[in-house]
T-cell receptor, first 113, second 111 residues
Framework: DAGITQSPRHKVTETGTPVTLRCHQT?????MYWYRQDPGHGLRLIHY???????DKGEVSDGYSVSRSKTEDFLLTLESATSSQTSVYFC????????????FGPGTRLTVL | TQLLEQSPQFLSIQEGENLTVYCNSS?????LQWYRQEPGEGPVLLVT?????EVKKLKRLTFQFGDARKDSSLHITAAQPGDTGLYLC???????????FGTGTRLLVSP
């Protein structure tokens, strides 16, 4: 258990509304990641962070923004949700003390109507 | 963009059968990881292979990294219902701090 929690675990929202997903870790890991998972695509990286206020884009970053004001929290924001952003979102941390292994949170299922 | 293609996408077998899942790319990776994911949960790391030609065994699971470090395979011997899940490969290149995930193989093992 890498002490990763995600909130909310489930959310239904309407097209055009802003949505923020939260990832919280308890072990002060430097690297944190946001992925989305869709059938047939595996996991695709949205954004990642390599420290407080240090973030970079992944392969599917359009329509998403992130913020990391504290080591333990990494927020993913959909400024104006669209139906194509219906997905399961996973947060992960990289544990440099255990061979750079990524550990994943339980996921957030987001439905945009 | 680096891509990892997995095959097959879906596999339904009976308990006791053997199976192999393939993970292929045109790109070279410095390491390759295999994850298993169960419904409603995040992926969990099974193994990391880092050397071309490397073979690792985890009980009934055998993982191999291709000599050219572009492909990998996962072989399960005498599959059990507890092996049911989504298997994902993921490649990483040194210094990039990011994983590229494969498309996934969904395995169903029936008693």
């Amino acid at each position: 258990d890498a002490g990763i929690t995600q909130s909310p675990r489930h959310k239904v929202t309407e097209t055009g509304t802003p949505v923020t997903l939260r990832c919280h870790q308890t072990e002060n890991h430097r690297y944190m990641y946001w992925y989305r998972q869709d059938p047939g695509h595996g996991l695709r990286l949205i954004h990642y962070s390599y420290g407080v206020k240090d973030t970079d884009k992944g392969e599917v970053s359009d329509g998403y923004s992130v913020s990391r004001s504290k080591t333990e929290d990494f927020l993913l924001t959909l400024e104006s949700a669209t139906s194509s952003q219906t997905s399961v979102y996973f947060c992960a941390i990289k544990d440099s003390g255990r061979g750079d292994t990524q550990y994943f949170g339980p996921g957030t299922r987001l439905t945009v109507l | 963009t680096q891509l990892l293609e997995q095959s097959p996408q879906f596999l339904s077998i009976q308990e006791g059968e053997n199976l192999t899942v393939y993970c292929n790319s045109s790109s070279v990776f410095s390491s390759l990881q295999w994850y298993r994911q169960e419904p409603g949960e995040g992926p969990v790391l099974l193994v990391t292979v880092v050397t071309g030609g490397e073979v690792k065994k985890l009980k009934r699971l055998t993982f191999q990294f291709g000599d050219a470090r572009k492909d990998s395979s996962l072989h399960i011997t005498a599959a059990q219902p507890g092996d049911t899940g989504l298997y994902l490969c993921a490649g990483e290149n040194t210094g990039f701090q990011k994983l590229v995930f494969g498309t996934g193989t969904r395995l169903l093992v029936s008693p």
